[in-house]
């Protein structure tokens, strides 16, 4: 899964402050999502994005705000109206071919400060 | 939406010995189960999927099995191993969008 890059790694946010996570593919996939993971919990869909310049919401939208302008780019803002942002942030891709599953980056973990 | 519940959250088991994960599913309209593997602070990583079409899968030491009209699937894992102590999440999702919806996960505990 070396062709999904997520950055930064760690990331720290103030109060009232809005930050954005990078997600970069260049493996050419239609499909990308959002997901958060909390400790001792499944992953939870944020927002996804099928095609370009298109995206929808998933279970847990409120406070985050994604855009899709370039195939391989689907970056992530999360925004002060998320009361409780600490969280591990997952980005994965996916082919738009039949049978093709979803891969992973390494994550970004949001901490607040 | 889809609700996955998995089962046990924790398990533990000897070295060599067998371990078994067991996820249901809400939607009878799912009909795409993958199963991932996540060890601490890295990605997940797929590690065998089973589409609704068909029973059961096997991958060397790791198999699926999929009952549709119950609504369950499960992972088994034999000959278990230290590398295979990890967290295991289950999913489920409709192919025309793959959105998955994920069970809590299991950790699975590897004594040698």
């Known amino acids: 899964d070396g062709g999904i890059t997520q950055s930064p790694k760690y990331l720290f946010r103030k109060e009232g402050q809005n930050v954005t996570l990078s997600c970069e593919q260049n493996?050419?996939?239609?499909?990308m999502y959002w997901y958060r993971q909390d400790p001792g919990q499944g992953l939870r869909l944020i927002y996804y994005?099928?095609?370009?310049?298109?995206?929808q919401k998933g279970d847990i939208a409120e406070g985050y705000s994604v855009s899709r302008e370039k195939k391989e780019s689907f970056p992530l803002t999360v925004t002060s109206a998320q009361k409780n942002p600490t969280a591990f942030y997952l980005c994965?891709?996916?082919?738009?071919?039949?049978?093709?599953?979803?891969?992973f980056g390494d994550g970004t973990r949001l901490s607040i400060l | 939406g889809e609700n996955v519940e998995q089962h046990p959250s924790t398990l533990s088991v000897q070295e060599g010995d067998s371990a078994v994960i067991k996820c249901t599913y809400s939607d009878s309209a799912s009909n795409y189960f993958p199963w991932y593997k996540q060890e601490l602070g890295k990605r997940p990583q797929l590690i065998i999927d089973i589409r609704s079409n068909v029973g059961e899968k096997k991958d060397q030491r790791i198999a699926v099995t999929l009952n549709k009209t119950a609504k369950h699937f499960s992972l088994h894992i034999t000959e278990t191993q230290p590398e295979d102590s990890a967290v295991y999440f289950c999913?489920?999702?409709?192919?025309?969008?793959?959105?998955?919806?994920f069970g809590a996960g299991t950790t699975v505990t590897v004594r040698a």
């Open positions: 493996l050419n996939h239609d499909a």
């Open positions: 994005s099928q095609i370009v310049n298109d995206f």
């Open positions: 999913a489920a999702s409709i192919w025309s969008d793959y959105k998955l919806s």
């Open positions: 994965a891709s996916r082919s738009s071919g039949s049978n093709q599953p979803q891969h």
